[in-house]
C-alpha cells in the first residue's frame, strides 16, 4: 500500500492532467489540498457542490475525507455554517443520535481563499441493497421486490399500507352527497381488507378490477400486491356503492378510484420509507414511514430517529439523498455524512 501511495503521488507530481481529470480529480484541489499542508492519496466521489478525496496528515498520517469546494460557490455560507454547527455541538448529542452523524475534524481555507476543506471521518459506501429499500424517489434507488415481501409478510405494517390508500382515496373522500368515511367506516373497511389479503382465499374479481385492468403501462409487480391490490378494490367499490344514492357506481368513479388506489400503492409500497426527493426541502418529522412500517426495517431504525431528532429541533434534512448516507466500517451504523444543505429554521437548542 505504501508502495502504491508513493506511485501515486509520484503520478500527481508529474502533471498528468488529462489522466487525472478521466480519474475524477479536479488538479485546482490538488493544489489546495497541498497548500494546506495535507496529501491527496485518492478521489472518492462527487457531491453537488464539490468534489470529496481521501486525504492524509502529512504528520499524523491520520487518513480523512476532504470535501473541497469553491468560496465562490452560492451554497458556501451554508456548508460553513451547518458543518461548523457539527465541529461544536455533535459531542453534545445524545448518544444514539450522534452516533448517526459524521464527525467533522476542521474546516480549513486555503491561503488564496479560493476553496474551503471541510475535513471528516472517512466512511464506507452503504449496501446497496439497504440503501434501495430506505429512501423513496431517490433518483440512485431502485425497486425492490424483497422491501415489498419484508412489508406484506408484517400484519401491521400491511395494516398501515391498507388505511393510508383508504385514507388518500380522492372518492371515497370526495363523493358526491358524502364528505368521507368516518373513522368507525375507515377501521372496518380496513380490518375486512387485511381480513382477505391474510385469508388463503383467491380475491374474487369485481366490476372494479375490469375498470383497472383499462389503465395504461401497469405492471403487477408480485402475486402479493395483485392480492392486496384486489382486496382493496373490492372493499372500495363495496363502500362507494353503499354511499351512492346512484344503483350503479359510475365507470368513471370506479376508474378514478382505481387510479388513486394505485398511487397510493405505489408510494406506501415501493417507494416508501424516506420521502425525500434529491434538493426537496422537507422531511417529515415521521421521516415518511409509519411506525410499523418502520419496525420492519430495524436496520434503518437509527436514520429515522436522527431525521426525526433535526426535524423536531427545526432543521429541514434538504438534499437528503442515497449519496449522503454512508456506513461506519466498524459498527456498520449508517451515517449521514452531508448536511451541507440542511435548512435551519431556528436555533436548536
Same mark, same amino acid.
Not at 478521489?43 to 504528520?59: A, F, M, N, R, S
Not at 480549513?108 to 479560493?114: C, F, G, H, S, V
Not at 474551503?116 to 439497504?130: H, S, Y
Not at 408510494?267 to 426527493?277: E, R, W
Given at each position: 500500500?505504501?508502495?502504491?501511495?508513493?506511485?501515486?503521488?509520484?503520478?500527481?507530481?508529474?502533471?498528468?492532467? !488529462?489522466?487525472?481529470?478521466?480519474?475524477?480529480?479536479?488538479?485546482?484541489?490538488?493544489?489546495? &489540498?497541498?497548500?494546506?499542508?495535507?496529501?491527496?492519496?485518492?478521489?472518492?466521489?462527487?457531491?453537488?457542490?464539490?468534489?470529496?478525496?481521501?486525504?492524509?496528515?502529512?504528520?499524523?498520517?491520520?487518513?480523512?475525507? !476532504?470535501?473541497?469546494?469553491?468560496?465562490? #460557490?452560492?451554497?458556501?455560507?451554508?456548508?460553513?455554517?451547518?458543518? #461548523?454547527?457539527?465541529?461544536? #455541538?455533535?459531542?453534545?448529542?445524545?448518544?444514539?443520535?450522534?452516533?448517526?452523524?459524521?464527525?467533522?475534524?476542521?474546516? &480549513?481555507?486555503?491561503?488564496?481563499?479560493?476553496?474551503?476543506? &471541510?475535513?471528516?471521518?472517512?466512511?464506507?459506501?452503504?449496501?446497496?441493497?439497504?440503501?434501495?429499500?430506505?429512501?423513496?424517489?431517490?433518483?440512485?434507488?431502485?425497486?425492490?421486490?424483497?422491501?415489498?415481501?419484508?412489508?406484506?409478510?408484517?400484519?401491521?405494517?400491511?395494516?398501515?399500507?391498507?388505511?393510508?390508500?383508504?385514507?388518500?382515496?380522492?372518492?371515497?373522500?370526495?363523493?358526491?352527497?358524502?364528505?368521507?368515511?368516518?373513522?368507525?367506516?375507515?377501521?372496518?373497511?380496513? #380490518?375486512?381488507?387485511?381480513?382477505?389479503?391474510?385469508?388463503?382465499?383467491?380475491?374474487?374479481?369485481?366490476?372494479?378490477?375490469?375498470?383497472?385492468?383499462?389503465?395504461?403501462?401497469?405492471?403487477?409487480?408480485?402475486?402479493?400486491?395483485?392480492?392486496?391490490?384486489?382486496?382493496?378494490?373490492?372493499?372500495?367499490?363495496?363502500?362507494?356503492?353503499?354511499?351512492?344514492?346512484?344503483?350503479?357506481?359510475?365507470?368513471?368513479?370506479?376508474? !378514478? !378510484?382505481?387510479?388513486?388506489?394505485?398511487?397510493?400503492?405505489?408510494?406506501?409500497?415501493?417507494?416508501?420509507?424516506?420521502?425525500?426527493?434529491?434538493?426537496?426541502?422537507?422531511?417529515?418529522?415521521?421521516?415518511?414511514?409509519?411506525?410499523?412500517?418502520?419496525?420492519?426495517?430495524?436496520?434503518?431504525?437509527?436514520?429515522?430517529?436522527? &431525521?426525526?431528532?433535526?426535524?423536531?429541533?427545526?432543521?429541514?434534512?434538504?438534499?437528503?439523498?442515497?449519496?449522503?448516507?454512508?456506513?461506519?466500517?466498524?459498527?456498520?451504523?449508517?451515517?449521514?455524512?452531508?448536511?451541507?444543505?440542511?435548512?435551519?429554521?431556528?436555533?436548536?437548542?
Amino acid at each position: 500500500m505504501k508502495l502504491l501511495l508513493e506511485n501515486w503521488r509520484e503520478f500527481l507530481k508529474e502533471g498528468a492532467v !488529462a489522466t487525472a481529470m478521466s480519474l475524477g480529480i479536479d488538479i485546482a484541489h490538488v493544489k489546495a &489540498i497541498e497548500e494546506t499542508g495535507l496529501i491527496l492519496n485518492r478521489y472518492l466521489g462527487e457531491g453537488k457542490h464539490g468534489k470529496v478525496y481521501e486525504v492524509e496528515d502529512k504528520k499524523t498520517g491520520q487518513r480523512m475525507a !476532504a470535501k473541497v469546494i469553491s468560496t465562490l #460557490n452560492s451554497q458556501i455560507y451554508n456548508e460553513t455554517k451547518n458543518y #461548523n454547527w457539527i465541529i461544536k #455541538n455533535r459531542d453534545k448529542l445524545p448518544d444514539d443520535i450522534k452516533q448517526h452523524l459524521v464527525e467533522v475534524y476542521e474546516l &480549513i481555507e486555503t491561503p488564496d481563499r479560493k476553496y474551503l476543506l &471541510i475535513l471528516m471521518e472517512q466512511l464506507e459506501p452503504a449496501r446497496r441493497d439497504v440503501i434501495d429499500q430506505i429512501f423513496a424517489h431517490d433518483k440512485e434507488s431502485k425497486y425492490s421486490e424483497e422491501k415489498e415481501d419484508r412489508i406484506f409478510r408484517d400484519s401491521e405494517a400491511t395494516y398501515e399500507i391498507i388505511n393510508k390508500v383508504l385514507k388518500a382515496n380522492n372518492m371515497l373522500r370526495n363523493m358526491r352527497n358524502y364528505r368521507g368515511l368516518s373513522n368507525t367506516d375507515r377501521t372496518r373497511a380496513a #380490518n375486512s381488507i387485511l381480513g382477505v389479503f391474510l385469508s388463503d382465499q383467491e380475491v374474487p374479481e369485481s366490476s372494479i378490477e375490469q375498470v383497472y385492468t383499462m389503465l395504461e403501462n401497469y405492471e403487477i409487480s408480485t402475486p402479493q400486491w395483485q392480492r392486496l391490490f384486489n382486496a382493496i378494490l373490492n372493499e372500495t367499490e363495496k363502500l362507494l356503492h353503499s354511499k351512492d344514492k346512484d344503483p350503479q357506481v359510475d365507470r368513471a368513479i370506479l376508474w !378514478a !378510484a382505481a387510479t388513486s388506489i394505485d398511487d397510493a400503492l405505489q408510494y406506501n409500497v415501493s417507494k416508501q420509507i424516506i420521502p425525500v426527493k434529491y434538493g426537496a426541502g422537507y422531511v417529515d418529522p415521521q421521516a415518511g414511514a409509519g411506525p410499523e412500517i418502520a419496525a420492519v426495517f430495524p436496520e434503518i431504525e437509527g436514520i429515522l430517529k436522527t &431525521i426525526k431528532y433535526f426535524a423536531e429541533h427545526g432543521w429541514r434534512a434538504r438534499d437528503l439523498h442515497a449519496g449522503n448516507v454512508m456506513t461506519r466500517s466498524d459498527t456498520n451504523q449508517l451515517v449521514i455524512v452531508d448536511v451541507g444543505l440542511f435548512v435551519v429554521e431556528r436555533d436548536f437548542r
